[in-house]
């Protein structure tokens, strides 16, 4: 806590500041995944884009945690929690990705159930 009406002053100019290079990398964010010049990988947004964008909303995640909820000030064991967490985030993600590289699809090769069978309806089964 801010005792002294310096320190306060000090305060303010840290979130100021802050909070413009929040909205600044929120531009670069946005422009990322409009601005064709920008356009990282293939044509529109594609996976490259997405990275930066997540990569961009990672270290504006971390300011946010960092400077405005005072994270910077706190324990190690914090930092042992926000690690796992990320690590768990990693790793849904990775199922995530593991899951869309699963070879079964739709389609089924029995003409007859009309469930998975794109061809026949699903309303026709018998």
């Not at 802050?18 to 529109?44: E, K, R, S």
Request: hydrophobic share 55%; with cysteine; charged share 15%.
């Amino acid at each position: 806590m801010a005792g002294s009406p310096e320190e306060v002053k000090k305060a303010v100019k840290a979130f100021t500041f802050v909070g413009g290079i929040l909205f600044i990398f929120t531009i670069v964010t946005v422009a990322v995944a409009t601005v064709p010049w920008l356009d990282f990988g293939g044509h529109g947004f594609d996976m490259v884009d997405c990275v930066i964008g997540l990569l961009i909303a990672t270290f504006k995640a971390t300011l946010v945690m960092l400077i405005f909820m005072h994270l910077n000030q706190e324990k190690p064991l914090i930092y042992l929690i926000y690690g796992m967490a990320i690590l768990m985030a990693i790793f849904c993600m990775g199922l995530i990705g593991w899951s869309k590289s699963d070879p079964i699809q739709f389609g089924n090769e029995k003409k007859a159930d009309g469930f998975y069978n794109a061809e026949k309806a699903a309303t026709d089964v018998h």
